[in-house]
């Protein structure tokens, strides 16, 4: 391999200095490359040198041989060349025309090419068009059904026809997954999804009115089927819906009168409310567990769906107790019975759907009963308190009065209040005032309270017996012979007479048989405990230096004049009942005879005068009187209490 390499370089070296030699300078590089040239070449370097030492001399002469044919060549043959030549120009020019129409053909071939391309496109989808056009037109009744779906469900909607609405919303959907790709199938799936809002908006403010059970029941499958709460969620939003509307009947109701008002509040409440239980019980099935797990799979999730319902009864229940509360101290004194009543037969209502709230009640009453009472007595304190200010002991003519004759019976007598009182205007003013309380009270007197009534009386009558001694410090040192005999007959009137007697008012209100029964104790048991009571002895033994002297033959003890006994007794109730009115019990023989029915009319008092009615013993006798002038009393006759 290697000497083949060798001699060829060998000879390509000859070669190079032979035409060096041959051509010296003038050998162009091009030669080298022709196939003549290096024949010719190797025709030289085979011959011998006799014939190279001729080669110059033929060469020479066969190019003169050449160039004498091509002179006559040319010169016999020059048109031809002439219009070769023309011809050669011309095909040159139109190569270049060419060339150039050929390179603005290559520009604008990818152009073309790009438009037959799009051009081919927009064939295929004219033809896929017209196809779809030809199959809308041949599905044209069916597209139009689909494309008028919404139209229908708004229709079916806005005319209440919900069962038709909800085929439609179902028919939807069985599309939507059948066709999901197609964006006109989305448009008209939320085209119905809005209209399904607005359904669910219609049922529930037709659930936000006042429906019946039946409807109820329709309105609740509806919103069942539509399948848009779990079954949690669709008790919130029913009793939510049902509460709306029973709260606009509570605000429609006037509160100008108060009496009025609570009234109006607990037969709503009463009714409405009961209705709504119902009809939550019937639709909602709490009572079967079966039924309840069947329906409700979330109740897995641990959702009280029964707490539900029983913290909604709970909240309305207070929110009732609340209102009642806050009502009852506005001037319903002389009501409260009728209240009572009314409230009682509301839990009474209740009881029967296991929420009875009427051991709520009581309370309330007991509160209300007892401050009135309060307000009453305080107010008949302070006027007491303003009249002895403007207060003159002047002798009082007293008139012949029916019933007053100490020929009367005895137990007759005990029943009215005492006719001396007259002859004191504020004691008479104080009197009436205590019995119109007392009468208030008797509507609906709890026994419970009667602890704190007797220390309410008390309390009010120290204060009377108070003012009755600052008053005589006032103006002792102004009062002459007759007007010292007169305080200590108004000293003797508020110890003897009116103490007493409404002391004996208390024990006819509160009677020792009603307590001892409503505490399950005897009389002679009630007796031995020192509770509640009302020391009569206390609150009169600051009068006793300024009564006047009586001979003891003519002195009449207040047991004599009331038949009740002054020996303090304080009594407690503690009773299953605490709201039992007295005068809804049967009194014992021995206290009826003493016993005293009050009716006491609203008293007119003015600053010159007071008025005031008391039925006692079945008769009605006004008490008219005006400080500082005479007094009368007029009879009228009128029906029994």
Same mark, same amino acid.
């Given at each position: 391999?290697?000497?083949?390499?060798?001699?060829?370089?060998?000879?390509?070296?000859?070669?190079?200095? +032979? =035409?060096?030699?041959? &051509?010296?300078?003038? *050998?162009?590089?091009?030669?080298?490359?022709?196939?003549?040239?290096?024949?010719?070449?190797? #025709?030289?370097?085979?011959?011998?040198?006799?014939?190279?030492?001729?080669?110059?001399?033929?060469?020479?002469?066969?190019?003169?041989?050449?160039?004498? /044919?091509?002179?006559?060549?040319? *010169?016999?043959?020059?048109?031809?060349?002439?219009?070769?030549?023309?011809?050669?120009?011309?095909?040159?020019?139109?190569?270049?025309?060419?060339?150039?129409?050929?390179?603005?053909?290559? #520009?604008?071939?990818?152009?073309?090419?790009?438009?037959?391309?799009?051009?081919?496109?927009?064939?295929?989808?004219?033809?896929?068009?017209?196809?779809? @056009?030809?199959?809308?037109?041949?599905?044209?009744? /069916?597209?139009?059904?689909?494309?008028?779906? %919404? /139209? =229908?469900?708004?229709?079916?909607?806005?005319?209440?026809? $919900?069962?038709?609405?909800?085929?439609?919303?179902?028919?939807?959907?069985?599309?939507?997954?059948?066709?999901?790709?197609?964006?006109?199938?989305?448009?008209?799936?939320?085209?119905?999804?809005?209209?399904?809002?607005?359904?669910?908006?219609?049922?529930?403010?037709?659930?936000?009115?006042?429906?019946?059970? %039946?409807?109820?029941?329709?309105?609740?499958?509806?919103?069942?089927?539509?399948?848009?709460?779990?079954?949690?969620?669709?008790?919130?939003?029913?009793?939510?819906?049902?509460? +709306?509307?029973?709260?606009?009947?509570?605000?429609?109701?006037?509160?100008?009168?108060?009496?009025?008002?609570?009234?109006?509040?607990? #037969?709503?409440?009463?009714?409405?409310?009961?209705?709504?239980?119902?009809?939550?019980?019937?639709?909602?099935?709490?009572?079967?567990?079966?039924?309840?797990?069947?329906?409700?799979?979330?109740?897995?999730?641990?959702?009280?769906?029964?707490?539900? &319902?029983?913290?909604?009864?709970?909240?309305?229940?207070?929110?009732?107790?609340?209102?009642?509360?806050?009502?009852?101290?506005?001037?319903?004194?002389?009501?409260?019975?009728?209240?009572?009543?009314?409230?009682?037969?509301?839990?009474?209502?209740?009881?029967?759907?296991?929420?009875?709230?009427?051991?709520?009640?009581?309370?309330? &009453?007991?509160?209300?009963?007892?401050?009135?009472?309060?307000?009453?007595?305080?107010?008949?304190?302070?006027?007491?308190?303003?009249?002895?200010?403007? $207060?003159?002991?002047?002798?009082? %003519?007293?008139?012949?009065?029916?019933?007053?004759?100490?020929?009367?019976?005895?137990?007759?007598?005990?029943?009215?209040?005492?006719?001396?009182?007259?002859?004191?205007?504020?004691?008479?003013? $104080?009197?009436?005032?205590?019995?119109?309380?007392? @009468?208030?009270?008797? =509507?609906?007197?709890?026994?419970?309270?009667?602890?704190?009534?007797?220390? =309410?009386?008390?309390?009010?009558?120290?204060?009377?017996?108070?003012?009755?001694?600052?008053?005589?410090?006032?103006?002792?040192?102004?009062?002459?012979?007759?007007?010292?005999?007169?305080?200590?007959?108004?000293?003797? +009137?508020?110890?003897?007479?009116?103490?007493?007697?409404?002391?004996?008012?208390?024990?006819?209100? $509160?009677?020792?048989?009603?307590?001892?029964?409503?505490?399950?104790?005897?009389?002679?048991?009630?007796?031995?405990?020192?509770?509640?009571?009302? @020391?009569?002895?206390?609150?009169?033994?600051?009068?006793?230096?300024?009564?006047?002297?009586? %001979?003891?033959?003519?002195?009449?003890?207040? #047991?004599?004049?009331?038949? +009740?006994?002054?020996?303090?007794?304080?009594?407690?109730?503690?009773?299953?009942?605490?709201?039992?009115?007295?005068?809804?019990?049967?009194?014992?023989?021995?206290?009826?005879?003493?016993?005293?029915?009050?009716?006491?009319?609203?008293?007119?008092?003015?600053?010159?005068?007071?008025?005031?009615?008391?039925?006692?013993?079945?008769?009605?006798?006004?008490?008219?009187?005006?400080?500082?002038?005479?007094?009368?009393?007029?009879?009228?006759?009128?029906?029994?209490?």
């Amino acid at each position: 391999m290697d000497a083949y390499m060798y001699s060829s370089f060998s000879e390509d070296v000859e070669e190079e200095s +032979v =035409l060096g030699s041959i &051509f010296k300078d003038k *050998f162009p590089d091009s030669w080298k490359e022709s196939a003549d040239f290096i024949q010719y070449l190797k #025709e030289l370097t085979s011959q011998g040198i006799d014939t190279l030492t001729h080669e110059p001399e033929r060469l020479s002469e066969e190019k003169s041989q050449i160039l004498e /044919q091509t002179q006559d060549l040319a *010169f016999n043959n020059y048109k031809t060349f002439i219009k070769t030549a023309e011809c050669s120009r011309e095909i040159f020019q139109d190569f270049n025309s060419v060339d150039m129409h050929v390179n603005s053909l290559l #520009e604008k071939i990818p152009d073309f090419s790009a438009q037959c391309k799009q051009f081919m496109q927009d064939a295929q989808d004219i033809t896929a068009s017209r196809k779809l @056009n030809s199959l809308i037109l041949s599905r044209h009744t /069916q597209l139009l059904e689909l494309l008028e779906v %919404p /139209q =229908l469900m708004d229709t079916c909607v806005r005319n209440n026809y $919900y069962d038709e609405a909800l085929e439609l919303t179902a028919y939807v959907r069985r599309l939507e997954k059948k066709y999901s790709d197609i964006p006109i199938i989305h448009s008209i799936l939320n085209d119905v999804k809005s209209l399904t809002q607005l359904m669910l908006l219609n049922l529930i403010q037709q659930l936000r009115s006042n429906i019946q059970l %039946p409807q109820c029941l329709r309105i609740v499958g509806y919103l069942r089927q539509m399948d848009l709460f779990t079954e949690a969620e669709l008790r919130i939003k029913f009793l939510q819906a049902r509460d +709306v509307w029973f709260q606009g009947l509570l605000k429609n109701i006037p509160q100008d009168d108060t009496y009025t008002y609570i009234t109006k509040t607990i #037969e709503a409440s009463r009714v409405h409310l009961f209705d709504i239980i119902t009809q939550y019980r019937a639709i909602f099935s709490d009572d079967d567990p079966i039924i309840t797990n069947i329906n409700n799979p979330a109740s897995d999730s641990g959702i009280d769906e029964r707490g539900l &319902f029983h913290g909604w009864v709970i909240q309305k229940v207070t929110d009732f107790l609340n209102l009642l509360s806050n009502n009852l101290l506005n001037g319903v004194s002389g009501r409260l019975d009728s209240l009572l009543g009314q409230c009682m037969y509301f839990g009474l209502s209740f009881s029967r759907v296991g929420a009875d709230f009427r051991g709520l009640i009581a309370p309330m &009453f007991q509160h209300a009963a007892l401050h009135y009472f309060k307000i009453s007595l305080q107010s008949a304190t302070e006027k007491f308190e303003e009249l002895m200010q403007s $207060y003159t002991l002047v002798t009082q %003519p007293m008139t012949s009065v029916p019933g007053s004759n100490h020929s009367v019976d005895q137990k007759s007598l005990n029943q009215n209040p005492p006719t001396v009182l007259l002859q004191h205007p504020p004691l008479a003013w $104080y009197c009436n005032a205590v019995l119109s309380a007392f @009468n208030d009270l008797r =509507l609906c007197a709890p026994v419970a309270i009667a602890n704190n009534i007797a220390d =309410l009386l008390a309390a009010s009558m120290g204060r009377v017996v108070e003012c009755i001694i600052s008053f005589h410090r006032a103006e002792e040192s102004a009062f002459n012979e007759k007007e010292h005999e007169l305080f200590g007959m108004m000293c003797s +009137v508020m110890a003897q007479d009116l103490i007493p007697y409404l002391h004996q008012c208390f024990n006819t209100l $509160y009677p020792n048989s009603l307590i001892a029964k409503t505490m399950g104790l005897t009389v002679a048991e009630l007796q031995n405990l020192k509770f509640a009571r009302i @020391n009569v002895k206390s609150i009169v033994e600051p009068l006793y230096e300024f009564l006047p002297q009586e %001979p003891e033959s003519e002195r009449i003890s207040p #047991e004599d004049r009331y038949g +009740v006994n002054t020996t303090p007794v304080r009594i407690e109730t503690e009773s299953e009942s605490p709201l039992t009115p007295a005068t809804e019990t049967e009194i014992s023989d021995t206290e009826s005879e003493t016993g005293l029915k009050l009716d006491q009319q609203a008293s007119d008092v003015s600053a010159g005068s007071t008025d005031g009615e008391h039925v006692v013993g079945g008769a009605k006798r006004k008490v008219r009187f005006s400080v500082g002038d005479d007094f009368d009393i007029d009879k009228s006759s009128t029906d029994s209490d």
